[in-house]
């Protein structure tokens, strides 16, 4: 039998959650599916020492690794 591991995410607010289904949906994936993706993606970016350079989360990464916030416009 193999274990694998469980992330619960408290405090979601709702507009990061559309947004995580809507982008699961136009790639194919379930909400959580594409929450696998972006983490990873993430996490293999910070372990690297950077984002990977033309990749939609990149800002996002850099932002986070920086302790920036979005502003809204």
Not at 10 to 29: F, I, P, Q, W, Y
Not at 30 to 36: D, H, I, L, V, W
Not at 40 to 61: C, H
Request: hydrophobic share 35%; no cysteine; net charge positive.
């Amino acid at each position: 039998m193999v274990v694998v591991p469980t992330l619960t995410v408290r405090n979601l607010d709702s507009e990061t959650k559309d947004a995580l289904k809507a982008l699961g949906v136009e790639h194919g994936r379930s909400t959580e599916a594409e929450a696998r993706v972006i983490l990873a993606s993430a996490v293999r970016a910070l372990r690297r020492g950077g984002p990977r350079a033309g990749k939609p989360d990149s800002r996002e990464v850099r932002d986070a690794r920086l302790g920036w916030r979005q502003s809204s416009r």
